[in-house]
């Protein structure tokens, strides 16, 4: 999947595809959420986050970056006591337009196009958990949100600027053509490009963590986690022994090893 996906950007995503496999076909959306949290805490703007808010502004500025003004998320969130077994919906209200999530649906199946069997990001509901995920009244996620919403907006003016229509109403050719702009590390060098660059790679790694939590996307990884083994289990595979004992060698743990 991943390589019939020109937008991903390996060298960014090496750390979230590694946690991403190893989530089980059986995750809860609560679940989810948490590994989102945990793998995309501080990823929205990773190449300014060291600028001064001057420098920041300028690039927003070059970028023709939107100015929101979003409305303060008041929901609750899971308290200190969630029903860890059955969590059913987020307890908190979703804030997404219509809009906005026809327009995120479109950018992540750039991102996750169905391929062949394979279902695209919408067909697996990827928008609705990035809703969930800047509806959260949680710091990080309301960060996150005074990011991605902007980010919506900015692909909407950036079509409109190309190409007189909004990004969801142009082809899937001039679409592209501005998510290529974006998409590679090249952009981060163009003063037009460097902040949405950077926010569209932090949308990129919620979208991917989000398409691989699902049981479709486990599976397209091939990572079969969790099933259960019929009969007595038959322990692990002598070439697996093999390699434990070369670590523990190494380490200088054998003699405690099997004790």
């Not at 991903?8 to 496999?21: D, F, W, Y």
């Not at 420098?55 to 003004?69: C, R, T």
Request: charged residues 20%; aromatic residues 8%; proline residues 8%.
């Amino acid at each position: 999947m991943l390589e019939s996906t020109p937008f991903i950007k390996t060298h960014s995503l090496s750390t979230e595809s590694s946690k991403a496999e190893a989530l089980s076909a059986g995750l809860s959306r609560r679940q989810t959420l948490k590994w989102m949290g945990v793998v995309a805490a501080g990823v929205t703007l990773p190449m300014l986050s060291g600028c001064e808010d001057v420098a920041i502004s300028a690039v927003k500025m070059a970028g023709h970056w939107p100015d929101l003004k979003l409305p303060k998320i008041t929901g609750e969130g899971y308290g200190q006591d969630p029903n860890l077994i059955s969590p059913l919906t987020s307890p908190w209200p979703l804030t997404m337009s219509k809009k906005q999530l026809h327009l995120a649906a479109q950018v992540c199946d750039i991102l996750y196009p169905r391929d062949g069997d394979t279902p695209s990001a919408s067909e697996l509901k990827v928008p609705d958990l990035l809703d969930e995920w800047v509806s959260a009244p949680y710091p990080n996620n309301q960060a996150d949100r005074q990011e991605l919403l902007p980010a919506l907006v900015w692909l909407d003016e950036e079509s409109g600027r190309r190409f007189g229509k909004s990004f969801t109403d142009i082809s899937k050719t001039k679409q592209f053509s501005i998510v290529d702009d974006i998409a590679y590390k090249e952009a981060e060098s163009d003063p037009r490009y460097l902040y949405m660059a950077n926010v569209f790679d932090g949308l990129r790694t919620l979208v991917t963590i989000a398409y691989f939590a699902s049981p479709e996307g486990t599976k397209d990884l091939g990572y079969i986690g969790n099933i259960p083994i019929a009969g007595d289990y038959p322990g692990p595979t002598p070439e697996a022994i093999a390699h434990l004992d070369t670590i523990l060698d190494e380490l200088g743990l054998t003699e405690y090893a099997y004790s």
